[in-house]
């Protein structure tokens, strides 16, 4: 092949006894140049592989990737285009064959800049080429070669010369190595057709400063690159060079690390290892012994010879581990037990770690067996050091056999121990017995004397009856499983032993059967529990089933013809017999006399003690089948003398007579709130029918006294959720008139927390009018805190009640509720007159405080009165509510200079004062004045006994005006201010950006000939008006023509525009404008801009500013606030925070409680 002026030649030689050569045309650099060819190149071992028989050649040009066959006929197989590609970066290309899924075929890697894509070539069975994408690298560099080292590792030369091993399946950067020192030689002046005069393009000129095709190449895992002074070879090491690579280092935990990832096949770039995968793992392994016995050496070499023995146990720490680790992984226990253990038990803080690091080894059951010496050595050393516990562990997982049994057995008898001691007789020697009568010669005798077991003996209780429990299984203690053989002879055994007469070495005073007595006395529950998980494996063993009746007759003389056992263990006895007989193929025979003779034992009213638990017990054996062992009429007559009402209620359930159950709940008294759940549940939950939901409702209705009494809230919530049509059948039953009123306080009152709605009960007034009457006898106090939440109740009749019962207060609040004020009010009245004569003919033995109180409290009540209602009340109204409580106040003061004056006139001044205080705000000051000049008492001369009261109000009043004033200055300061910034930002000039006219684009000075006004907004553009007009720029409102910016609202038209447009509807102008009529066209000698005649417009940014001062400011309204001022001020009758002299009642801005004043000093303006 030949390359000349940008053209690709195939040279064709053919002999027929005279020399000659043609030539043909492959592309053509009319269509872009080629910088790059590489042709698939086969090795020996693959010359029969189906694609070399295509010749297949690829190129790269500055746009794209050719894939051409040149066999048996020229055709393109694949055209992949760049893209977009930065123009100095190097066009790379590279032929390989790989391993995709156990099939070989050639890939194709090509790059451009940071990016290879690599293109899978495959044959199909019609004998046509099909080129698949791969997945792409992404790198951070720009290549300039790229080549392939073998199937999984390529490696990359970027712009900075600098070689990046590639694991091309993980994409892994292995190892980078700077190649600057090379020099390496460019191919540039052929790129640039130096010698040829340069007639090449400069794209290609550019690519060539960083081409080096000519200068690398590779061969046999070996890669050439040509410097200026020499040539330099470079490989990947064999896995061998690598290892010893960090061992030269002495970098011996890397190095087993590499050696270990060689051996399992994980190694990135792994060179020399060759042959199956057997064999590759053998040479590892062998290297790696060496390694270890090495690094053993180096672990006793290193050793700190002096210093604490912390320092040394760490060193060994950090060292041995890795041994033992790699001694496992490579299956070599034979060199972890010989010659490491002997090398390391030279010194002996290095024996202690190795032995600690087989502990969680052997826990995991990774490590089974061990030498005898070893593992002698391993218990004596955690013995040494008191971690017994860690001995326990580690002996039920090891293979003892090789063991001195009776040493252990010793050991762990003396240690308690009790595990691994049953796991040493049962695995070292096959008995399964002894273990159970060591246990039992320690638990029996305080059983049997009836004493309370220590800690220890609790454990070793339970432990025996789980070993019980597995041996009866087929499992072995305490983990694993017995072996096949010997499972059936185990359980024979451990029957055989559980159903003794007697004990070994039983003393005459010995009662039968000691084991089975034993454990029912340490915990009959639990060893029933293993009898019943053991029955469950009796299927078809004539045998097991045998053992099965013989130790359920031993329980039953054991427990039956005892007295030492309580009612709840007899009880455990007989729910087991029950469940095993309800078994359907149920085996064992049971006398039902005995079932009689426990009813009789469980139910006997002579013994009071244990109630609970006696009923417990025959719940829990009725419930596990034994009711078929009893007569039901004499099971329910004995229950209901023995008062056991869940049995009752078991019972009667299972006859569907849900009526009586009531009872039950009714007469027991733990469980007698849980009624109103039950009816609640038979009244709501489907699945009964109506009689039986007729028959307990009934039952409710007959015990309804009894359901308010419990609990009142429940009662009349389940009256209102099921039968609220009935509540008035409900209120005649009950009699009992302080029921009737908790129950209604709990159906009416929504305080007390009844989950109905109010309005679903179908209630009349009479109800609601009945439960306040019932009120005003047993809860006075809380008359009016009630009204004001209930709802459902007549006016007039609830006055006439309280009237009833001289509830004055609720007479004169349900007096203001009907709108009669003045009637309320002299109600208060005539309550406070009477508390101020008690008060004055009061001696000095009285309770003072107690009346001064009630006085106090009368005056308040009466003053909130007038103040809720003055609001709404004309003057002269006003003033017959608070001139007479002012001359109520002040009647006992005009007895001070009688014969008997009162005791306490401070208090009443006091008082009085405060009744001032609060009618300043609705009666006029000289009204006041004026009308205590006019009492005959004080218009004769005696103002000096109300002097003090006279005095405060002007101090008052001076103390408002003062108030007033500085207020007022103030909010006249900041509105000045306020005004002042927005007429500044409103009459501010506006600047035009340009010239011209933004929709026309011409100079607005050039269009003399029509009179048209030129429009100038805030934003700085500039139009005709005329253009605008066209635009339909204009909104007509209020009669007026606003203009809009064009330019502004098309950019905005999606959201902003209809936002403007919504605004300028609501009243707010969206931008500035300002208009130039064209006899006044701005220029350079003389620029005059007049403004338009038409009201000033804001434009966004004003709008959101003034929007945010209002909002900062935001209150009461200014010019209300100035209005009112203004009034009060040109007054000759102002009063501080008074109300309107005389028609229609006025609400003043200050008499509202949400009135605030936010005071701020004043800014400060710049001139």
């Known amino acids: 092949m030949l390359i000349l002026q940008e053209q690709l030649y195939c040279i064709l030689r053919r002999v027929m006894g005279v020399r000659t050569c043609e030539s043909r045309c492959l592309f053509s650099g009319s269509k872009g140049e080629v910088c790059c060819i590489e042709p698939l190149h086969s090795k020996p071992e693959l010359k029969d592989h189906p694609i070399t028989q295509f010749s297949l050649l690829a190129m790269a040009s500055l746009t794209k990737i050719l894939v051409i066959g040149l066999k048996p006929s020229l055709k393109v197989w694949m055209t992949f285009p760049y893209g977009r590609m930065d123009p100095s970066s190097v066009p790379l290309l590279a032929w390989h064959f790989v391993a995709v899924h156990n099939y070989v075929n050639p890939m194709l890697a090509f790059c451009r800049g940071d990016v290879v894509h690599f293109l899978l070539v495959k044959r199909d069975e019609s004998g046509a080429i099909h080129v698949t994408k791969q997945k792409h690298l992404h790198l951070y560099y720009d290549l300039i070669n790229f080549t392939w080292i073998n199937s999984r590792t390529v490696v990359l030369l970027d712009s900075v010369e600098k070689l990046h091993v590639i694991d091309r399946q993980t994409q892994e950067e292995l190892e980078t190595v700077e190649i600057s020192e090379v020099q390496l030689v460019y191919n540039s002046s052929h790129f640039k057709s130096l010698a040829t005069g340069g007639n090449v393009s400069q794209a290609l000129a550019l690519v060539g400063e960083k081409a080096c095709y000519q200068s690398i190449s590779s061969y046999g895992g070996q890669i050439f690159y040509l410097g200026t002074k020499s040539v330099y070879v470079m490989m990947l090491r064999s896995w061998r060079e690598r290892v010893d690579h960090l061992l030269k280092q002495d970098c011996l935990t890397e190095a087993l690390a590499l050696a270990w990832s060689f051996h399992e096949g994980k190694a990135k770039a792994v060179v020399g290892l060759s042959g199956d995968a057997s064999k590759r793992k053998a040479v590892v392994a062998d290297r790696m012994v060496e390694i270890l016995f090495h690094y053993a050496d180096r672990a006793l070499k290193k050793c700190p010879d002096q210093g604490k023995i912390q320092v040394m146990e760490q060193h060994f720490q950090d060292m041995v581990p890795v041994i033992v680790d790699y001694c496992l992984l490579l299956q070599?226990?034979?060199?972890?037990?010989?010659?490491?253990?002997?090398?390391?038990?030279?010194?002996?803080?290095?024996?202690?770690?190795?032995?600690?690091?087989?502990?969680?080894?052997?826990?995991?059951?990774?490590?089974?067996?061990?030498?005898?010496?070893?593992?002698?050595?391993?218990?004596?050393?955690?013995?040494?050091?008191?971690?017994?516990?860690?001995?326990?562990?580690?002996?039920?997982?090891?293979?003892?056999?090789?063991?001195?049994?009776?040493?252990?057995?010793?050991?762990?008898?003396?240690?308690?121990?009790?595990?691994?001691?049953?796991?040493?007789?049962?695995?070292?020697?096959?008995?399964?017995?002894?273990?159970?009568?060591?246990?039992?010669?320690?638990?029996?005798?305080?059983?049997?004397?009836?004493?309370?077991?220590?800690?220890?003996?609790?454990?070793?209780?339970?432990?025996?009856?789980?070993?019980?429990?597995?041996?009866?299984?087929?499992?072995?203690?305490?983990?694993?499983?017995?072996?096949?053989?010997?499972?059936?002879?185990?359980?024979?055994?451990?029957?055989?032993?559980?159903?003794?007469?007697?004990?070994?070495?039983?003393?005459?005073?010995?009662?039968?059967?000691?084991?089975?007595?034993?454990?029912?006395?340490?915990?009959?529950?639990?060893?029933?529990?293993?009898?019943?998980?053991?029955?469950?494996?009796?299927?078809?063993?004539?045998?097991?089933?045998?053992?099965?009746?013989?130790?359920?007759?031993?329980?039953?003389?054991?427990?039956?013809?005892?007295?030492?056992?309580?009612?709840?263990?007899?009880?455990?006895?007989?729910?087991?017999?029950?469940?095993?007989?309800?078994?359907?193929?149920?085996?064992?025979?049971?006398?039902?006399?005995?079932?009689?003779?426990?009813?009789?034992?469980?139910?006997?009213?002579?013994?009071?003690?244990?109630?609970?638990?006696?009923?417990?017990?025959?719940?829990?054996?009725?419930?596990?089948?034994?009711?078929?062992?009893?007569?039901?009429?004499?099971?329910?007559?004995?229950?209901?003398?023995?008062?056991?009402?869940?049995?009752?209620?078991?019972?009667?359930?299972?006859?569907?007579?849900?009526?009586?159950?009531?009872?039950?709940?009714?007469?027991?008294?733990?469980?007698?709130?849980?009624?109103?759940?039950?009816?609640?549940?038979?009244?709501?939950?489907?699945?009964?029918?109506?009689?039986?939901?007729?028959?307990?409702?009934?039952?409710?209705?007959?015990?309804?006294?009894?359901?308010?009494?419990?609990?009142?809230?429940?009662?009349?919530?389940?009256?209102?959720?099921?039968?609220?049509?009935?509540?008035?059948?409900?209120?005649?039953?009950?009699?009992?008139?302080?029921?009737?009123?908790?129950?209604?306080?709990?159906?009416?009152?929504?305080?007390?927390?009844?989950?109905?709605?109010?309005?679903?009960?179908?209630?009349?007034?009479?109800?609601?009018?009945?439960?306040?009457?019932?009120?005003?006898?047993?809860?006075?106090?809380?008359?009016?805190?009630?009204?004001q939440v209930l709802e459902c109740y007549r006016l007039e009749e609830t006055i006439q009640i309280t009237q009833k019962y001289q509830l004055h207060e609720v007479t004169a609040y349900l007096l203001e509720k009907k709108g009669d004020i003045h009637g309320a009010f002299l109600i208060m009245l005539k309550r406070l007159q009477s508390k101020l004569q008690e008060i004055t003919h009061q001696d000095e033995k009285s309770k003072e405080d107690l009346s001064l109180k009630d006085v106090e409290d009368t005056m308040v009540e009466t003053i909130a009165l007038c103040q809720r209602n003055s609001h709404n009340l004309n003057q002269q109204?006003?003033?017959?509510?608070?001139?007479?409580?002012?001359?109520?106040?002040?009647?006992?003061?005009?007895?001070?200079?009688?014969?008997?004056?009162?005791?306490?006139?401070?208090?009443?001044?006091?008082?009085?004062?405060?009744?001032?205080?609060?009618?300043?705000?609705?009666?006029?000051?000289?009204?006041?004045?004026?009308?205590?000049?006019?009492?005959?008492?004080?218009?004769?001369?005696?103002?000096?006994?109300?002097?003090?009261?006279?005095?405060?109000?002007?101090?008052?009043?001076?103390?408002?005006?003062?108030?007033?004033?500085?207020?007022?200055?103030?909010?006249?300061?900041?509105?000045?201010?306020?005004?002042?910034?927005?007429?500044?930002?409103?009459?501010?000039?506006?600047?035009?950006?340009?010239?011209?006219?933004?929709?026309?684009?011409?100079?607005?000075?050039?269009?003399?000939?029509?009179?048209?006004?030129?429009?100038?907004?805030?934003?700085?553009?500039?139009?005709?008006?005329?253009?605008?007009?066209?635009?339909?720029?204009?909104?007509?409102?209020?009669?007026?023509?606003?203009?809009?910016?064009?330019?502004?609202?098309?950019?905005?038209?999606?959201?902003?525009?209809?936002?403007?447009?919504?605004?300028i509807k609501k009243g707010k102008t969206t931008s500035s404008q300002v208009k130039m009529s064209p006899s006044c066209h701005p220029s350079k000698g003389d620029s005059t801009v007049k403004k338009a005649a038409s009201e000033p417009v804001l434009d966004p940014q004003q709008i959101q500013a003034f929007d945010q001062l209002c909002r900062l400011y935001r209150g009461s309204s200014r010019l209300a606030l100035l209005t009112e001022l203004s009034q009060n001020r040109s007054s000759e009758t102002y009063r501080p925070f008074s109300g309107s002299q005389s028609g229609s009642a006025f609400s003043s801005i200050f008499q509202n409680e949400n009135f605030q004043l936010q005071l701020i000093p004043p800014p400060v303006t710049e001139d």
């Open 332 to 787: 070599r226990k034979d060199l972890l037990f010989s010659q490491m253990y002997d090398k390391l038990s030279e010194n002996s803080v290095a024996k202690g770690v190795f032995l600690e690091c087989l502990e969680p080894y052997i826990l995991s059951d990774k490590l089974v067996g061990m030498t005898p010496q070893v593992m002698k050595d391993l218990i004596v050393h955690f013995q040494d050091k008191k971690l017994m516990e860690n001995v326990e562990a580690l002996i039920v997982h090891m293979d003892i056999t090789s063991l001195d049994i009776q040493q252990v057995v010793l050991m762990c008898w003396e240690n308690r121990l009790y595990d691994a001691m049953i796991y040493v007789y049962n695995r070292g020697m096959n008995e399964f017995i002894s273990p159970m009568e060591k246990l039992f010669r320690v638990i029996a005798p305080p059983l049997n004397a009836g004493r309370t077991l220590t800690d220890e003996q609790v454990v070793m209780g339970n432990k025996l009856l789980v070993y019980i429990s597995c041996c009866l299984a087929g499992r072995a203690y305490p983990l694993g499983d017995i072996p096949e053989d010997l499972v059936p002879v185990v359980k024979n055994q451990v029957f055989e032993f559980l159903i003794r007469l007697h004990s070994a070495e039983a003393s005459p005073e010995e009662e039968i059967y000691p084991y089975v007595r034993t454990l029912l006395h340490f915990d009959t529950r639990e060893f029933l529990n293993v009898l019943a998980l053991t029955f469950e494996d009796f299927k078809n063993d004539k045998q097991a089933v045998e053992y099965q009746q013989r130790i359920v007759d031993i329980l039953l003389k054991v427990m039956v013809e005892n007295s030492d056992f309580t009612p709840s263990q007899v009880g455990c006895l007989f729910t087991f017999l029950a469940r095993q007989l309800a078994k359907p193929d149920n085996t064992l025979f049971v006398n039902r006399t005995l079932f009689d003779q426990v009813l009789e034992f469980l139910c006997s009213p002579d013994d009071d003690s244990r109630h609970s638990e006696r009923q417990q017990v025959l719940l829990e054996l009725l419930q596990a089948g034994g009711i078929v062992q009893f007569e039901e009429s004499r099971l329910i007559r004995m229950a209901e003398k023995a008062e056991f009402y869940q049995i009752c209620e078991f019972m009667y359930e299972r006859e569907h007579q849900y009526d009586k159950i009531i009872d039950c709940y009714l007469r027991d008294p733990l469980r007698e709130e849980e009624v109103f759940n039950y009816i609640h549940n038979i009244l709501s939950i489907p699945g009964h029918s109506a009689e039986e939901k007729q028959s307990v409702w009934q039952k409710a209705m007959d015990h309804i006294e009894e359901l308010v009494s419990l609990r009142p809230c429940k009662a009349a919530e389940l009256v209102a959720t099921h039968f609220s049509e009935q509540i008035e059948t409900v209120i005649k039953k009950l009699q009992n008139q302080v029921l009737l009123f908790k129950f209604l306080r709990s159906l009416l009152d929504p305080r007390e927390g009844i989950h109905v709605n109010q309005e679903l009960l179908q209630m009349s007034p009479c109800v609601t009018e009945q439960f306040i009457e019932l009120l005003c006898q047993f809860s006075p106090n809380q008359v009016i805190e009630t009204l």
């Open 877 to 1063: 109204q006003r003033e017959a509510l608070w001139f007479p409580l002012l001359e109520a106040m002040m009647a006992p003061q005009k007895l001070s200079g009688s014969a008997a004056p009162h005791l306490h006139p401070e208090a009443l001044k006091s008082l009085t004062m405060q009744v001032l205080n609060s009618m300043a705000a609705f009666i006029a000051l000289p009204s006041i004045l004026q009308r205590i000049l006019q009492d005959p008492v004080y218009g004769k001369g005696k103002l000096g006994e109300i002097q003090g009261l006279i005095l405060g109000m002007l101090d008052t009043f001076n103390y408002e005006q003062t108030l007033l004033e500085t207020t007022t200055s103030l909010l006249n300061q900041d509105l000045h201010w306020s005004l002042c910034n927005l007429r500044a930002s409103v009459t501010r000039g506006l600047n035009p950006k340009q010239d011209y006219c933004s929709i026309c684009l011409q100079q607005y000075k050039r269009r003399q000939e029509m009179a048209d006004e030129i429009i100038v907004f805030s934003c700085g553009h500039l139009y005709h008006s005329f253009c605008l007009q066209n635009k339909e720029c204009t909104i007509e409102t209020e009669g007026q023509t606003r203009w809009t910016c064009y330019k502004c609202s098309s950019s905005n038209k999606g959201g902003k525009l209809s936002e403007n447009s919504s605004e």
